[in-house]
Nanobody
Framework: HVQLVESGGGSVQAGGSLRLTCISS?????IAWFRQRPGMDRERVAR????????SVAEFARPRFTITQDNAKNTVYLQMNGVKPEDTAMYYC??????????????????WGQGTQVTVS
């Protein structure tokens, strides 16, 4: 069982930057950042495959957001630049079991963090 802990959320003015951090208690095949805006479905923001570092970033987040990793620390980062009010959401880190599929669908992720709130004004 993998535990994920997010941090780095907060309140920021439009145009500013935040870096979200996700620390994993173990290795996984895929780690993703999702967000859930008020009244909307959870959507994937970006994902990274730790083995090799392949990344994918949602179109709405490009080129403002980037996802990176520090494998030695089992840590994944989401760098958010040029944030907009519509980026206001709860941001979650999620991971799949070994052999799992790195999907855009939240239902296919096995492990979730508690979330970190980002508020842009």
């Amino acid at each position: 069982h993998v535990q994920l802990v997010e941090s780095g959320g907060g309140s920021v003015q439009a145009g500013g930057s935040l870096r979200l951090t996700c620390i994993s208690s173990g290795s996984t095949d895929c780690i993703a950042w999702f967000r859930q805006r008020p009244g909307m479905d959870r959507e994937r923001v970006a994902r990274i495959i730790p083995d090799g570092g392949s990344i994918s970033v949602a179109e709405f987040a490009r080129p403002r957001f980037t996802i990176t990793q520090d494998n030695a620390k089992n840590t994944v980062y989401l760098q958010m630049n040029g944030v907009k009010p519509e980026d206001t959401a709860m941001y979650y880190c999620a991971a799949v079991r070994p052999g799992g599929f790195c999907s855009t669908k939240p239902a296919l992720y096995d492990y979730w963090g508690q979330g970190t709130q980002v508020t842009v004004s």
